[in-house]
Nanobody, 122 residues
Framework: QVQLVESGGGLVQAGGSLRLSCAAS????????MAWFRQTPGKEHDFVAA????????HYSNSVKGRFTISRDNAKNTVDLQMNSLKPEDTAVYYC???????????????WGQGTQVTVSA
């Protein structure tokens, strides 16, 4: 088991920046690929970004590419999401997730945090 706890959400104006952090505990953090997903009411989890277990490869959704950066620190058991040039459509609950499959599907990630709200005002 991996326990995940997100932090760093909040309210920001369009064009601003936020940095989300996810702290992991439990089973070896660096055995898992890590990802960020986001969810708005009534919709499924949408893939945002992922990073391989060694941090060597990253992948982003087209909607955030060039604006968001995912990174991990295996010594500290953390994975961060730096979000720049935020838009109102980025408003969602953001979730950290972990799993052994390299995937953009939320169904492939067994470990999830509780989520953190990000609200971007126009």
């Amino acid at each position: 088991q991996v326990q995940l706890v997100e932090s760093g959400g909040g309210l920001v104006q369009a064009g601003g920046s936020l940095r989300l952090s996810c702290a992991a505990s439990g089973r070896a953090f660096n055995d898992n690929h890590m990802a960020w997903f986001r969810q708005t009411p009534g919709k499924e989890h949408d893939f945002v970004a992922a990073v391989t277990l060694d941090g060597g490869v990253t992948h982003y959704s087209n909607s955030v590419k060039g604006r968001f950066t995912i990174s991990r620190d295996n010594a500290k058991n953390t994975v961060d999401l730096q979000m720049n040039s935020l838009k109102p459509e980025d408003t969602a609950v953001y979730y950290c997730a972990g799993g052994s499959l390299w995937s953009i599907r939320h169904q492939d990630y067994p470990y999830w945090g509780q989520g953190t709200q990000v609200t971007v005002s126009a």
